[in-house]
């Protein structure tokens, strides 16, 4: 008898429990967004998971999703949070100075966002703070004088070259070439690569502010162009 008044204890024990894991399905949704966003960013995707985030918390993976419906729609707020952290224009008239700013705007995201960024490739939209950004872009688009057409096509062309841009850079793409790539480059024969020899010296001495610069410039010159 003994043994069996133990069993039932114990399931009393656990039946008490459960309704307090329950009870935490009223966490504020702005908390769990907190704590997966300092995940992501202090882990990367590869170590962030909703289960991991949940027994971080102390609380059920359900209670997660019940917030967020799933773990891509997560991941999207989390991407839209990030931008929020960062200083973007409103429509000034200046159309080519709008896009400069969001260029810098999304390049300094990048650098102090870097294991999270490249949720920005993946959503057409992030959230609110992602449409306030495309509002500038695509009125910039319209106020150079291009079709609506033109607008959406080269408006998502202008986030493609500054997302990538933004992300080869913190990958380290846009960075001077190391020893070890410069001696490869000079073991090119001279014949078949004439023109990458030539430019090794800029590539070992390459500041990714002017090409930035440079690069944007040209994006813009060739909207101005159309």
Do not use: C
């Amino acid at each position: 008898m003994h043994i069996i008044y133990t069993v039932e204890v114990s399931r009393y024990i656990v039946k008490l429990e459960k309704p307090r894991g329950r009870a935490r399905r009223g966490l504020d949704k702005g908390a769990i967004l907190d704590a997966a966003f300092a995940m992501l960013d202090a882990e990367g995707e590869a170590g962030f998971s909703v289960r991991k985030l949940a027994t971080e918390m102390g609380i059920d993976p359900m209670t997660v999703l019940h917030h967020f419906k799933s773990k891509d729609e997560l991941l999207r707020r989390i991407a839209d949070k990030a931008l929020e952290l960062v200083e973007l224009p409103k429509p000034s008239g200046d159309w080519q100075e709008d896009l400069r700013s969001v260029a810098r705007g999304y390049r300094e995201l990048a650098k102090r966002h870097p294991r999270l960024f490249h949720l920005h490739f993946r959503y057409h939209s992030t959230g609110p703070a992602d449409h306030a950004s495309s509002e500038v872009v695509y009125q910039a688009m319209r106020e150079a004088g291009l079709s609506d057409e033109r607008a959406a096509g080269l408006g998502l062309a202008f986030y493609a070259f500054v997302l990538g841009f933004a992300q080869s850079e913190v990958e380290g793409l846009m960075q001077p070439v190391s020893a070890e790539e410069k001696a490869e480059l000079e073991a090119l024969d001279s014949d078949l690569a004439p023109a990458t020899r030539a430019l090794i010296p800029a590539f070992a001495s390459l500041n990714p502010d002017a090409a930035f610069r440079d690069a944007l410039e040209a994006f813009i010159k060739g909207l101005d162009a159309l």
